[in-house]
């Protein structure tokens, strides 16, 4: 079994967590296979697009090899939703990944962060403020 199968094992999901609902997007676990992690997500996208599904997200991205183009693939088809979201937080970038969204312009409807800790990532989402 190549490495990489077991990321796509590994089914994206609504999660209910504090109240409230997160949708954990995993795309972790792909190593370097990018076109992939593409695929996998253009589908799960079919999901995050529906009203029912919840517009607070954690894109998990451990052990997947991420660069600026396929952020940007992401971040796009994110806002290019009918649905409105509302939080995107992005798990397990490399510094260099999470620079280059610091540096990004944000042209989203949504508010969006980078962070390294899963459990943090959800209280961010549904913290209100």
């Known amino acids: 079994m190549e490495k990489y199968e077991l ?4 089914k994206s999901f609504s999660l209910f967590y504090r109240g409230g609902e997160i949708w954990c997007e995993h795309l972790d676990a ?14 799960d996208l079919l999901v995050i697009g529906r009203p029912s599904t919840s517009s607070f997200i954690i894109v998990i991205l451990d052990e997947s ?14 806002a290019g939703l009918e649905k409105p979201l509302r939080k995107v937080v992005f798990v397990g970038l490399t510094s260099k990944m999470k620079s280059y969204m610091k540096k990004r312009k ?4 949504f ?19």
């Open 65 to 78: 090899e991420v660069d600026n183009e396929l952020l940007e693939m992401i971040v796009g088809s994110l």
């Open 7 to 10: 990321g796509l094992k590994k």
């Open 106 to 109: 944000t042209d989203t409807r």
């Open 111 to 129: 508010v969006m962060t980078c962070m390294d800790d899963l459990e943090k990532a959800k209280e961010w989402l549904l913290e209100r403020k």
């Open 30 to 43: 792909l190593y370097g296979e990018k076109e992939l992690l593409k695929q996998k997500f253009h589908q």
